[in-house]
């Protein structure tokens, strides 16, 4: 492999964003308290080999469809209530239940609420945003809530550019915007203990700096690209910021298609490395398509999901910004680039797409020490073109000095996870995009289906000990009794990106008023008053949406 010049191709000029058009009809079916399949049916593969691709899976047309193929999702539908009647608000809470404080914000509206596992509000903030995406309680109970400040330039899911700190009365006390013609914060945070915010970010790369780059001209469906960087601010109150740490995709890749070119090498050969070509398919402008970021105190590491690729990727925290931009220094002595990645071989080219074991997956985060299962990986597979999620945690490879493990002309491992959620009709369980689930301090997972708005705890042996559905829509709060419409995508308005399960204990809540303040859902005596009762939007920009025409993407 040629030596990297690391300057020629990790430009850190950001320039102008422009509108990536998405594609596909983006469906669900509703999630049901089933039992998981564990123990033996736990390491089938999580394929469905017969499940025809989604439009945007592989090369073999213009739009990307796979052999003409193109897959349709189901219809999405509300979960059901084991309660005659009831559509909304607390569907089940059991002694099983971690008990705790559940922080949401819902995808369409303002407000972000804390709730107890009686699904009462214990405590509600309001900003001037819808979320873009996540939202943090931080140890001294002030809220991070991520924004979507609605840049026109762009509109491909996740859009955020903006976050802001709220005391616990709601007052605004600290905002940092990164949102211009030039650069985007996007979908999710990690709080750093120092203060310090992980932000993902990304950048814009013209079509002439793709190609220099070794993308195929070809391939380069909207001739830009929008890779994917990391940015770490430490907070100047009452605004702005100073940006100490950064990592870029841009700096750490490898192509195999032009000699001419400082980056060329054999893929297989630096699985460190990431490849032009990933994920296998037309490169659409959000090509990475980063959508969770967590961070290990312990290991000083970070780790990526990377739906773009099916990967979760593992960073090297400990480098400065210099290393973070080289292949040596930090701990590790790779510099920036990747430690671990994990989810399909095919994009390192140590396996195929039978290997494939994330489907578009979102938010990878280590359990927590402690934990059952400490340090661990759990992760949300939403299985998108498979049709039905799962919830996946793994065991990493280390050896005795902390390196992850790889075989020479391997994969990386685990060949299976040691543990899975799924329900035994498949389908039951399925959100196709967003969405979150991490583990509780008695063992128990909580679950977050996003696109319907239904969150759940669960027990290892999949039994569901608690149920909540969204009430919040576009517009308002839902009457028990009312559902949700669906929005351009075929989401219902009560989307949820993901939520986080506070132990009382959590130091957050110390000498905080957590007295119960009634629940969000209005009475099933203001059933068809409200207005908000299956306001779909109209079929014809849910048609426009499915054909690529515009909206936002998860």
């Given at each position: 492999?040629?030596?990297?010049d690391?300057?020629?191709?990790?430009?850190?000029?950001?320039?102008?964003?422009?509108?990536?058009?998405?594609?596909?009809?983006?469906?669900?079916?509703?999630?049901?308290?089933?039992?998981?399949?564990?123990?033996?049916?736990?390491?089938?593969?999580?394929?469905?080999?017969?499940?025809?691709q989604?439009?945007?899976?592989?090369?073999?047309?213009?739009?990307g469809?796979?052999?003409?193929?193109?897959?349709v999702?189901?219809?999405?539908?509300?979960?059901?209530?084991?309660?005659?009647?009831?559509t909304?608000?607390?569907?089940l809470?059991?002694?099983?239940?971690?008990?705790g404080?559940?922080?949401f914000a819902?995808?369409?509206?303002?407000i972000?609420y804390?709730?107890?596992?009686?699904?009462?509000?214990?405590?509600?903030?309001?900003?001037?945003?819808?979320?873009g995406?996540?939202?943090?309680?931080?140890p001294?109970?002030?809220?991070?809530?991520?924004?979507?400040?609605?840049?026109?330039?762009?509109?491909s899911?996740g859009?955020?550019?903006?976050?802001?700190?709220?005391?616990?009365?709601?007052?605004?006390?600290?905002?940092?915007?990164?949102?211009?013609?030039?650069?985007?914060?996007?979908?999710?945070i990690?709080?750093?203990?120092n203060?310090?915010?992980?932000?993902?970010?990304?950048?814009k790369?013209?079509?002439?700096?793709?190609l220099?780059?070794?993308?195929?001209p070809?391939?380069?469906?909207?001739?830009?690209?929008?890779?994917?960087?990391?940015?770490?601010?430490?907070?100047?109150?009452?605004?702005?910021?100073?940006?100490?740490?950064?990592?870029?995709?841009?700096?750490?890749?490898?192509?195999?298609?032009?000699?001419?070119?400082?980056?060329?090498?054999?893929?297989?050969?630096?699985?460190?490395?990431?490849?032009?070509?990933?994920?296998?398919?037309?490169?659409?402008?959000?090509?990475?398509?980063?959508?969770?970021?967590?961070?290990?105190?312990?290991?000083?590491?970070?780790?990526?999901s990377?739906?773009?690729?099916?990967?979760?990727?593992?960073?090297?925290?400990?480098?400065?910004?210099?290393?973070?931009?080289?292949?040596?220094?930090?701990k590790?002595?790779?510099?920036?680039?990747?430690?671990?990645?994990?989810?399909?071989?095919?994009?390192?080219?140590?396996?195929?797409?039978?290997d494939?074991?994330?489907?578009?997956?979102?938010?990878?985060?280590?359990?927590?020490?402690?934990?059952?299962?400490?340090?661990?990986?759990?992760?949300?597979?939403?299985?998108?073109?498979?049709?039905?999620?799962?919830?996946?945690?793994?065991?990493?490879?280390?050896?005795?000095?902390?390196r992850?493990?790889?075989?020479?002309?391997k994969?990386?491992?685990?060949?299976?996870p040691?543990?899975?959620?799924?329900?035994?009709n498949?389908?039951?369980?399925?959100?196709?995009?967003?969405?979150?689930?991490?583990?509780?301090?008695?063992?128990?997972?909580?679950?977050?289906?996003?696109?319907?708005?239904?969150?759940?705890?669960?027990?290892?042996?999949?039994?569901?000990?608690?149920?909540?559905?969204?009430?919040?829509?576009r517009?308002?709060?839902?009457?028990?009794?009312?559902?949700?419409?669906k929005?351009?995508?075929?989401?219902?308005?009560?989307?949820?990106?993901?939520?986080?399960?506070?132990?009382?204990?959590?130091?957050?809540?110390?000498g905080?008023?957590?007295?119960?303040k009634?629940?969000?859902?209005?009475?099933?005596?203001?059933?068809?008053?409200?207005?908000?009762?299956?306001?779909?939007?109209?079929?014809?920009?849910?048609?426009?949406?499915?054909?690529?025409?515009?909206?936002q993407?998860?």
């Amino acid at each position: 492999m040629k030596k990297y010049d690391e300057t020629s191709l990790s430009s850190r000029m950001l320039r102008t964003w422009k509108t990536i058009n998405p594609v596909c009809i983006f469906g669900l079916l509703a999630l049901f308290a089933a039992s998981p399949v564990i123990g033996q049916d736990a390491n089938r593969p999580p394929q469905d080999e017969n499940r025809p691709q989604r439009s945007d899976s592989g090369p073999g047309s213009k739009d990307g469809a796979t052999m003409g193929v193109r897959a349709v999702m189901s219809e999405n539908r509300t979960p059901t209530s084991p309660n005659p009647g009831q559509t909304v608000g607390l569907f089940l809470n059991t002694p099983k239940a971690f008990k705790g404080y559940t922080l949401f914000a819902p995808k369409h509206n303002n407000i972000i609420y804390l709730i107890d596992n009686d699904g009462r509000i214990v405590n509600q903030w309001k900003s001037s945003y819808e979320p873009g995406q996540s939202v943090h309680l931080k140890p001294n109970g002030n809220l991070l809530h991520c924004c979507f400040t609605k840049n026109k330039g762009f509109t491909s899911g996740g859009e955020g550019g903006r976050v802001e700190e709220f005391d616990w009365n709601g007052n605004l006390i600290w905002e940092f915007e990164y949102s211009n013609d030039q650069h985007l914060s996007h979908h999710d945070i990690a709080p750093l203990l120092n203060g310090n915010i992980l932000m993902l970010v990304v950048e814009k790369k013209s079509y002439e700096e793709s190609l220099a780059a070794g993308f195929n001209p070809d391939m380069l469906r909207d001739r830009q690209l929008f890779p994917d960087s990391i940015i770490e601010v430490e907070p100047t109150y009452p605004k702005g910021g100073k940006i100490v740490w950064e990592w870029r995709v841009w700096d750490h890749l490898i192509q195999n298609s032009d000699k001419n070119k400082p980056n060329y090498g054999d893929i297989s050969a630096h699985p460190e490395l990431i490849d032009v070509a990933c994920n296998g398919r037309p490169v659409p402008a959000f090509w990475n398509h980063m959508n969770s970021i967590a961070y290990n105190p312990k290991l000083d590491q970070i780790v990526l999901s990377v739906r773009g690729c099916n990967e979760i990727w593992f960073l090297d925290h400990s480098t400065t910004t210099k290393e973070a931009a080289s292949h040596s220094g930090g701990k590790h002595g790779k510099g920036g680039d990747l430690i671990y990645r994990w989810g399909n071989p095919a994009a390192y080219k140590r396996g195929t797409v039978a290997d494939k074991q994330l489907v578009q997956q979102h938010d990878a985060q280590w359990i927590p020490d402690g934990y059952p299962g400490a340090g661990n990986v759990t992760i949300f597979n939403n299985g998108y073109d498979r049709g039905w999620s799962s919830i996946e945690e793994i065991v990493p490879p280390l050896d005795a000095n902390g390196r992850y493990i790889l075989d020479s002309g391997k994969a990386y491992g685990p060949e299976k996870p040691v543990w899975r959620y799924e329900t035994k009709n498949r389908t039951d369980f399925f959100s196709s995009e967003i969405s979150g689930a991490h583990r509780l301090p008695n063992g128990n997972t909580l679950i977050c289906a996003g696109v319907i708005g239904n969150l759940f705890e669960i027990t290892p042996a999949g039994e569901t000990v608690w149920q909540y559905v969204n009430p919040m829509v576009r517009g308002g709060i839902l009457a028990q009794g009312e559902i949700p419409g669906k929005d351009m995508r075929g989401h219902l308005w009560n989307a949820v990106f993901k939520i986080h399960r506070y132990a009382p204990d959590y130091p957050g809540l110390a000498g905080r008023d957590l007295a119960p303040k009634g629940v969000i859902e209005l009475p099933a005596a203001q059933k068809g008053k409200t207005g908000l009762d299956k306001a779909d939007a109209p079929a014809e920009d849910r048609d426009r949406f499915s054909r690529g025409k515009g909206g936002q993407r998860p």
